[in-house]
């Protein structure tokens, strides 16, 4: 963790610890190892929290996962809470691997993208598994 990501975080936390059976807590700052441990496991248990005030009133029609047109800050809002939703089903899906990547991988040289050529590749059915998730995910019941 670099100093960047730590600047604001820092300012109204006092950390003070102490070992096992140690009778007295010693201080520590952001310029401690120790800090740098505490600052990460919060960062783990504090969810990232997308917030957008308009969000009921400017759903957009279509979301643009690549090539988005210009202007398109609401856009990636949007992208952000789909690559949200895949991070909370496994770290390790992104939005670009596990589906623009599958996408692009279809496209034969020399042949313009073709959608009917597409549904019949694996990739088509492992982009549908991520989907599906995406899916059960985003209308899973809070």
């Not at 009778?23 to 248990?45: C, G, H, N, P, V």
Request: some cysteine.
């Amino acid at each position: 963790m670099g100093p960047s990501e730590n600047e604001g975080i820092h300012e109204d936390i006092e950390c003070s610890l102490k070992k096992r059976r140690a009778a007295r807590f010693k201080s520590y700052d952001e310029t401690t190892s120790e800090w740098e441990r505490l600052i990460a496991f919060l960062r783990l248990m504090i969810p990232r929290i997308c917030y957008f005030p308009t969000f009921l009133f400017s759903f957009l029609e279509k979301i643009y996962l690549s090539n988005p047109p210009e202007d398109s800050t609401v856009n990636s809002y949007y992208v952000q809470i789909a690559q949200d939703i895949l991070h909370s089903i496994d770290a390790k899906l992104s939005m670009q691997t596990h589906i623009l990547d599958r996408i692009e991988r279809t496209s034969r040289p020399n042949f313009p993208w073709d959608w009917t050529w597409f549904l019949g590749t694996d990739e088509k059915q492992q982009l549908d598994h991520v989907m599906l998730q995406l899916s059960n995910k985003v209308t899973e019941p809070l």
